[in-house]
């Protein structure tokens, strides 16, 4: 059985086991295939409710079957692979370390998926350790190659507990060096993350102000900080502009009126201001928006400001 060294995690393949080899033929088949499907109905309920939907109001029943049928070869073929694969597999002798190798990876990415998705709940405690990502991953990193290393030199992998704790520490280290590695660089621009301050500086510099509405939950918004203000070209425009972010990750009060202020239908926004002292002449653009669009929003309302300064 598959486990990490406290519990076991698949300790219910006894039960389809034992129903696989006392029952034979359709029944048997059909019987699994409804438990399969009840196990991967969260993942594929969405995906089939769609489809169902589409089929339902297209009007056309053949086309409805077609892609019903294309839907069900594609959720069976999978899984003919897997037990192909999985009686294959039985014909193999693999080393016991590599066996314990495998189930520790699997272990550890299911939990780093765990810290990854605990990073919005508990976001203050994560972003308070932002600067600390990298020697966390260093140090749980160690910690991991020792506990590998005892298990396998005192040939202890049986012990309870030990995988789990090895496991935790991989996790942790995949999870930090990720985190520190999609972590936004400073670069060549300059943010600053208090509207007060942001806008008292613009005025005095007199010059336009960008705001950035993001989350940490926005994979747009961070596409836009690897991609879009990475940009040399627009990095050089940006020069000339007072910038600003708003986090917006935590749902509270008081972002729940920046949202309505800014009139920000969804994240990512930039609000582009001419003119700092006059907040409600903006362009907004919502969405992701790529180097290129941006740098010509940007050249359009630097064009326009210019035009309007008197010489």
């Not at 747009?220 to 910038?243: E, G, N, R, Y």
């Not at 008081?254 to 990512?268: Q, R, T």
Request: proline residues 5%; contains cysteine.
């Amino acid at each position: 059985m598959l486990h990490v060294g406290l519990w076991k995690l698949a300790s219910t393949l006894s039960i389809g086991f034992r129903f696989q080899h006392s029952r034979h033929g359709l029944l048997n088949a059909c019987l699994l295939g409804m438990g399969a499907g009840f196990v991967a109905a969260p993942c594929t309920g969405p995906i089939l409710a769609a489809l169902l939907t589409y089929t339902a109001t297209s009007g056309h029943s053949l086309r409805a079957c077609g892609f019903m049928l294309i839907y069900s070869i594609g959720f069976a073929l999978p899984y003919v692979a897997l037990a192909k694969a999985a009686h294959l597999s039985k014909k193999i002798k693999f080393p016991a370390h590599f066996d314990h190798a495998v189930k520790v990876i699997f272990a550890s990415t299911m939990l780093g998926l765990g810290w990854y998705y605990l990073r919005v709940p508990f976001y203050m405690t994560f972003k308070t350790l932002q600067p600390y990502w990298s020697p966390i991953g260093l140090a749980t990193l160690f910690i991991a190659a020792i506990l590998w290393n005892f298990q396998h030199l005192s040939k202890k992998t049986h012990i309870r507990g030990y995988s789990l704790l090895l496991s935790l520490c991989l996790s942790l280290s995949l999870f930090s060096g990720f985190t520190w590695w999609r972590s936004p660089t400073e670069g060549a621009l300059e943010w600053y993350m208090d509207e007060a301050t942001a806008f008292s500086h613009a005025q005095e510099r007199k010059a336009p102000v960008l705001i950035d509405l993001w989350a940490e939950w926005c994979e747009a918004c961070k596409k836009m900080d690897a991609h879009t203000f990475s940009d040399p070209q627009v990095q050089v425009i940006l020069q000339k502009w007072v910038l600003l972010k708003i986090d917006l990750t935590e749902d509270t009060p008081e972002n729940e009126e920046l949202l309505a202020k800014y009139h920000s239908p969804g994240l990512p926004t930039l609000l582009l201001l001419p003119n700092a002292a006059i907040p409600e002449q903006h362009t907004r653009i919502t969405g992701y928006t790529e180097a290129k669009e941006l740098m010509h929003k940007l050249q359009e309302i630097q064009r326009s400001s210019d035009s309007r300064t008197p010489r």
